[in-house]
Nanobody, 123 residues
Framework: QVQLVETGGGLVQSGGSLRLSCAASGRTFSSVAVGWFRQAPGKEREFVSGINWSGSTYYANSVKGRFTISRVNAKNTVYLQMNSLKPEDTAVYYC?????????????????WGQGTQVTVSS
């Protein structure tokens, strides 16, 4: 059974930073794609960032240059470093793991999801 646990969310002022972590049990990250998505109230879940099996990374235009995704295989953990946060980054952030190697920007491309962690950016 695959379990994903996200941590690191919280309340931060505009311009601040947070680092989200996604730790997996029951599945290794090293050979598959992992994504971060977010969902704000009243909005659809949207792609934020992803890392594929080879370590190539992908970002939504809205976060490019501010967020960095990384993976530590030895810890079976994926991180999302979020800098220069803006109020529009406020959402519940979800970690997702695919059974495939390549990053998909749609939620349907992922098989396992974490419970989500709230990120709130105040202006």
């Amino acid at each position: 059974q695959v379990q994903l646990v996200e941590t690191g969310g919280g309340l931060v002022q505009s311009g601040g930073s947070l680092r989200l972590s996604c730790a997996a049990s029951g599945r290794t990250f090293s050979s598959v794609a992992v994504g971060w998505f977010r969902q704000a109230p009243g909005k659809e879940r949207e792609f934020v960032s992803g890392i594929n099996w080879s370590g190539s990374t992908y970002y939504a235009n809205s976060v490019k240059g501010r967020f960095t995704i990384s993976r530590v295989n030895a810890k079976n953990t994926v991180y999302l470093q979020m800098n220069s946060l803006k109020p529009e980054d406020t959402a519940v952030y979800y970690c997702a793991v695919s059974n495939r190697q390549w990053v998909d920007v749609t939620p349907s491309g992922y098989n396992y999801w974490g419970q989500g962690t709230q990120v709130t950016v105040s202006s």
